[in-house]
């Protein structure tokens, strides 16, 4: 299994650890509603674990994007800045925001596998 | 007061008389001024935003104050409360109005038709208890008020909602814009006028609450009519330049501030027959006669990132210039649309403001509203 959830509804996928692709969930899409606007993160800067590497703003809302774990992002979605839609019609998938270079795993493991970020979405 | 700001946890959220066919037909149900109401339904805002331009949009607006003013002192007694020509008002006519208080500042703003033998108002849904009161202390001994919660209250709106709604009674479509009366509506009795918040042509129906659903059916059977909820409805009625209560204007703001100028009649304002006898006048002339030091005024993003209601608006410098009351991104236009108080130096069309979001001074500037035109059936 190489995708993992936070509790802020983002998701992680390892499958190479030099561009983990980091996304929001559909239920956080869906909580948000129609996405029209994305701030990205700066390619080249570390991030902590839990900082602030972006937003995602709806029509009603604006959120931030958290840091799953540590690391360098090393790109971002262009297509995304310029379909914000994309975070809605594939959230998984071409809705990504951005690629990290991760800088220790070991956070990575810690995170929810998906029956766990199922069971945390039961408790809503 | 704070008290009764706050939402309290324990008291259940009202229901209109839609609810449950706001659940079938899969609405993200919110609370809101103490009723659970739709934000959106599977379609999402942006996509209702746009059935209402160019379609029809049903929205429920239940929740909303319907009050009945009867007895003939009725539009005399609410001239004492508002600033408006009502005495005036000829039957079949609407006028838009408003609470002010004794500082010149705004308890509320509401709709006023005159019919057969009362004045029909409509109020928004988080002040209709206090208008109720403010009503009842100081003209209940001048007039009956009636308040109607057994009424619900629908908006079809858009530039095909004429074309639906005449296909339940084709006599509607003799309405113009701002004028009201009673038709009979998939077997209902109704009070119909043509009116709305969304910058369209269109209606808003009072109907008996116990026939609101299947009114409400027979209205989305229509080929042009698709529901709409409150999400599209703030986003219709900010790129249309039309207030918000409690956001663009409230207690602390005149009429003269907020550019509803135009809403007072010329028989109200200094010099006219009837100047003054509301609350708060002697403000309010002050304003209209001296001018005002701050003024509401439209904003439009030249960068495309969504300005929201509390972010600061400065100079060039970073020096303060005032705040945005409402805004986002606007589903017509595609620019971030905004409204905020601005010292008049700096609200002259065409001037260019900053925001500040997350750090950054996003270039914004002062445009006049509405953002997209008006399509009223006049």
């Given amino acids: 299994m190489t995708t993992k959830f936070t509790a802020d509804h983002e998701w992680i996928d390892i499958e190479h650890q030099d561009a983990a692709v980091v996304g929001i969930t559909l239920h956080a899409q869906d909580a948000l509603g129609d996405v029209v606007y994305v701030d990205l993160p700066e390619v080249g800067r570390s991030y902590a674990q839990g900082e602030v590497a972006g937003v995602v703003e709806s029509v009603k809302a604006a959120a931030d994007i958290y840091m799953p774990v540590n690391g360098e992002v090393v790109e971002v979605n262009e297509a995304l800045r310029e379909n914000p839609a994309l975070a809605n019609s594939d959230p998984m998938g071409a809705g990504w925001f951005f690629k990290l270079k991760v800088a220790d795993t070991t956070q990575f493991d810690a995170l929810m596998d998906p029956p766990g970020y199922d069971d945390l979405l039961k408790t809503l | 007061m704070s008290a009764d ?12 008389p839609l609810h449950a066919l706001h659940l079938e037909l899969g609405a993200k149900m919110v609370p809101f001024a103490g009723y659970a109401m739709p934000v959106q339904y599977p379609a999402g805002i942006l996509a209702e935003h746009r059935h209402c ?12 104050g319907q009050i009945q003013l009867r007895g003939d002192g009725a539009a005399a007694a609410l001239e004492h409360l508002v600033p408006q020509d009502i005495i005036d008002l000829a039957q079949g006519k609407q006028r838009y109005a408003f609470f002010t208080n004794a500082q010149g500042g705004l308890l509320d703003d509401l709709m006023v038709t005159r019919r057969a033998d009362h004045l029909f108002l409509v109020v928004n849904a988080g002040c209709k208890a206090d208008d109720t009161q403010h009503l009842a202390t100081n003209i209940g001994h001048r007039c009956t008020i009636v308040p109607m919660p057994e009424h619900a209250l629908l908006a079809l709106q858009g530039p095909k909602a004429v074309l639906a709604l005449a296909r339940l009674n084709p006599a509607v479509a003799t309405l113009s814009f701002m004028t009201g009366g009673d ?55 900010l790129e249309a330049g039309l207030c918000l209560y409690g956001h663009d204007i409230d207690t602390r703001t005149s009429p003269i501030e907020a550019g509803l100028t135009w809403a007072i009649q010329k028989v109200r304002r200094p010099g006219g027959a009837r100047a003054g006898g509301y609350p708060g006048a002697n403000v309010i002339e002050g304003h209209l006669t001296m001018g005002v030091s701050v003024k509401r005024v439209g904003l439009v993003g030249l960068e495309k990132v969504p300005v929201r209601e509390g972010t600061a608006i400065v100079d060039a410098h970073g020096s303060p210039l005032g705040r945005v009351t409402s805004g986002t991104l606007g589903p017509t236009v595609h620019e971030p649309v905004a409204m905020a108080y601005l010292a008049v130096n700096h609200a002259g069309l065409q001037q260019e403001v900053y925001a500040e979001v997350r750090g950054k001074r996003l270039p914004m500037r002062v445009s006049p509203m509405p953002f997209t035109p008006h399509r009223y059936h006049r």
């Fill in chain 2, 5 to 16: 700001a706050t939402p309290l946890l324990h008291t259940p959220l009202l229901h209109t």
């Fill in chain 2, 53 to 64: 331009r160019h379609e029809a949009a049903l929205f429920d607006v239940s929740h909303m």
């Fill in chain 2, 183 to 237: 038709f009979e509506l998939a077997g209902a009795h109704c009070f119909v006028t043509r009116s709305g918040y969304t910058g369209e042509d269109g209606f808003e129906i009072s109907v008996p609450g116990a026939q609101a659903v299947a009114l409400a059916r027979a209205l989305l059977a229509q080929p042009e009519v698709k529901p709409a909820g409150l999400g599209a409805r703030d986003t219709l009625r």
